[in-house]
Each structure stands twice: as C-alpha cells, then as structure tokens.
C-alpha cells in the first residue's frame, strides 16, 4: 500500500518566512532551508533578528495566518488523499501550520513548536523529533508501507532518500544542480503523475 509525505512550505504553501520577511520588510528573514541546510543555525538567525527588529510573536501570527496555499495546491492534495493516506511532513511549526490547515483541508502534520518569552519574543523551539523527515518515512515503511515523497530543500533530503521514491517539486535551480541525480518536477501536476506512474511500477514488482 501506498502512503504519501510531502514537505509544506515551498510545496503547498509559500516560504512563511519569506512572507514575513516580506511584511515587515526584513530581508534578514529571507533566508530559508535553501539558502541554509543548518535548521538550528537558520533558528537561532531568526529568532535573533526578530529581537533586534522587535518583531513580536504576535506579530508573526497575524502574518502567518494570511497566507493562503499555492496555486493548485489545495486541489492536488485533495487528489492524493482520494487515493492513498497523505501526511505533510514540515520543519515548520504547529503554531504557524496548525491555523493554516482549514485551507488545505485539515491533512495530517508533523512538524515542531515555537516556545515563547514572557516578555512576547520567541525564543526557541523544540522538535517533534530529532531528523524527524526520514524517520516519519521509515516508520511508515515499518507498516508496510511503500512511501513515495517530494521536497524542496535541503532539509527534506533525508526524506526523499529513505523514500521508496522521492523527488524534488519547485527546488530551486542551485539545489537541482547539486544533486542532478533526484527526480525534479516543476509544477504539483507533474508530481502527481510521477507518483501514479511509480503505484503502477510497484504494482507490476
């Protein structure tokens, strides 16, 4: 049997940081899991920034919680779960992803928490699971399952080789280029039909 994980941001959804970065005018924030494979050094760059910047949690919520899907999106996810169990496997957060889910139809998360001061500041985080990509994937597999998964960053690597398929959607070009052996789709309509065509590939094995 078949069971999909898909990463959010840069997938379903636009880059949330760069969507902050874009509201408050912080080019600092920017930065994202392409431009940085150290998910701790890219934390640790953000929450410093949004101090210096006094850029406060609730501030960021209210950003985050504008942020509508990527064009298609919503309806390619509705078209994968008509078929086969889907989570969104994500570096990204329940404070941020959990308001955001009523739009692409309340799919299954993974993904971390943002901690908060008490003075309104973030102020750290705390993962879900440590490299928790590749073993969401592996204990799925466990199930026996046979998972087929899509990224765009470097964080979703681990994911997309422990996969029974994983392929990159909407990588940029720097991350293609280093690694011009995975599969690299374009647009979410593509994916879908590399994932059909790899159900009937594991149906004839």
Not at 61 to 83: H, N, T, W, Y
Not at 153 to 158: K, V, W, Y
């Amino acid at each position: 049997m078949i069971f999909v994980c898909l990463d959010v941001e840069g997938v379903l959804l636009p880059e949330v940081w760069i969507e902050i970065a874009q509201a408050t005018g912080v080019d600092e924030l920017k930065l994202t899991t392409r431009d940085e494979p150290d998910f701790s050094l890219l934390m640790q760059h953000r929450i410093q920034t949004l101090r210096s910047r006094k850029i406060a949690y609730h501030d960021l919520k209210e950003i985050v919680c504008s942020v509508e899907p990527l064009s298609g999106a919503r309806e390619f996810l509705d078209e994968l779960r008509s078929s086969w169990p889907v989570a969104l496997v994500s570096d990204s957060f329940y404070e941020f992803l959990g308001p955001l889910a009523p739009k692409l139809g309340l799919p299954s998360i993974f993904c971390h928490n943002l901690t908060v001061g008490d003075d309104g500041y973030l102020s750290g985080w705390k993962a879900r699971l440590d490299d928790q990509k590749p073993k969401v994937v592996a204990a799925m597999q466990s199930l026996g399952f046979t998972v087929l998964a899509a990224g765009d960053s470097f964080n979703d690597l681990g994911m997309l080789e422990k996969a029974d398929f994983g392929a990159f959607i909407n990588a940029p070009e720097h991350i293609r280029q280093r690694f011009p052996n995975r599969e690299s789709y374009d647009n979410l309509r593509d994916l879908k039909s590399a994932f059909q065509a790899q159900t009937i590939v594991k149906s004839l094995s």
